[in-house]
């Protein structure tokens, strides 16, 4: 290869890898700022702080869901399989909120330990499967929608 | 000796590959073979996916825009390192012929881009119960959205050619980093989209009823990408040569007088 071609080559690999290291630093600095939401752990460890609206992410737990009788409330429990946080809502649910399905909650930490949400989020999972084979499947226990969780 | 010889003759074909003449007429009997097996593997993906594969369990029908989601995202991803790998070429070797490339991936990807982003926003809202949230794959993906848009404006802002294809071709090598963020980011982080359902790795989790339908419009999308990318890149060719001898007999024009 001609030297000047070289050199060139050298020149535009530096670029790509200096930027690259850059980012690479400036997104490792931010990791826990890139996170969309709290994982319940996370609230259980005393991480969250009370007054920000914050958002939380995590299966929701199997049985947990109760509709208050005299308002809109509904209550569930949202799991990562470590801890458990309550999250109370008075809006409509999305179609695909289920049990044993990811979500993920806006809304303020209050001072029992629960999450008062403004927004819930259904986060599905990855698989895409036909009804029937779907319905032979069932009965997974882990969570569908995120194997983080 | 001889072994000299021979790489000087191997780096001899690149260099005419460097040349936009001989890309514009050795491409012309590609185009309709290219158009028409993409159009046909588009048309059979399209009705396969979307009147004859099942329903997904949870999403019903809504999960049928995963067949156009899907294939522009990956484009939009492997066109940028077509974009950004054309424009190393055209750094290294100083060859017309891949700035022209590069600058034609540009608006594609951007298009493309656009696509999965709009895509994902309606199938966001029926799934998730929101148009958009600003978590890291979705915003990493804005991010390639406004890297295509600023090496096309990168590209036309300089009065002198190859001063916008030496910048746009820099800006475009910076922004290659984004790619491997915008892929692994559902692993990285936290995020409310779903991590990646077609695996390298591992078996894919979806049904073979839909994924046969969706490799289809995968394949069908990247011959549509490259049968776009030479037509757009032959027009360029056009324009940047109106002057040349060549440019002119195509066009059926007569030759200039004096030459500059």
Not at chain 1, 84 to 90: A, M, N, Q, T
Not at chain 2, 111 to 127: D, M, N, Q, S
Not at chain 2, 212 to 239: E, K, N
């Amino acid at each position: 290869m001609h030297p000047a071609r070289k050199q060139r080559l050298i020149l535009v690999v530096l670029l790509v890898a200096l930027s690259s290291a850059a980012v690479g630093f400036v997104t490792y600095a931010m990791r826990s700022n890139m996170d969309y939401f709290y994982a319940p752990k996370a609230f259980a460890a005393g991480e969250v702080p009370f007054d920000k609206r914050i958002r939380a992410g995590g299966c929701v737990v199997p049985g947990s869901i109760v509709r208050d009788g005299s308002s809109l409330d509904v209550r569930f429990a949202l799991t990562d399989g470590e801890a458990e946080l309550e999250v109370v809502f008075d809006k409509i649910l999305p179609d695909l909120f289920a049990e044993g399905e990811a979500a993920v909650v806006t809304g303020k930490l209050q001072e029992g330990g629960f999450v008062r949400a403004d927004q819930v989020l259904a986060k599905h999972d990855e698989s895409y499967t036909p009804p029937e084979v779907a319905e032979s499947m069932s009965g997974g226990a882990s969570c569908h929608g995120d194997p983080k969780i | 000796m001889e072994k000299w010889a021979n790489m000087k003759l191997s780096w001899q074909w690149f260099h005419r590959l460097g040349s936009p003449r001989w890309f514009y007429q050795k491409t012309s009997a590609w185009l309709p073979w290219l158009g028409a097996a993409a159009l046909l593997l588009l048309a059979v993906g399209c009705t396969w996916g979307l009147g004859f594969a099942p329903q997904d369990a949870k999403q019903g029908n809504s999960y049928r825009i995963i067949y156009i989601h899907v294939p522009a995202a990956f484009l939009a991803l492997a066109g940028y390192y077509i974009m950004a790998i054309c424009g190393a070429i055209g750094l290294i070797w100083k060859m017309k012929l891949s700035f022209v490339v590069m600058r034609a991936a540009a608006p594609i990807g951007a298009v493309l881009t656009f696509v999965a982003l709009l895509t994902g926003a309606v199938w966001g809202k029926p799934t998730w119960g929101t148009y958009w949230v600003w978590d890291a794959r979705i915003t990493s993906m804005l991010i390639l959205l406004f890297l295509y848009l600023g090496v096309m404006a990168l590209s036309g802002a300089f009065s002198r050619e190859l001063s916008g294809d030496k910048a746009s071709a820099l800006l475009a090598l910076v922004g290659t980093v984004n790619i491997p963020i915008i892929y692994k980011s559902v692993d990285w982080w936290f995020t409310l989209h779903q991590p990646a359902t077609l695996k390298l790795t591992q078996a894919s989790t979806i049904d073979p009823s839909m994924f046969y339908p969706l490799i289809t419009m995968i394949a069908g999308f990247y011959l549509f990408y490259a049968w776009v990318l030479i037509l757009h890149t032959r027009g360029l060719i056009l324009q940047r040569e109106w002057r040349t001898q060549w440019v002119r007999e195509l066009l059926g024009q007569s030759a200039p007088a004096a030459k500059a």
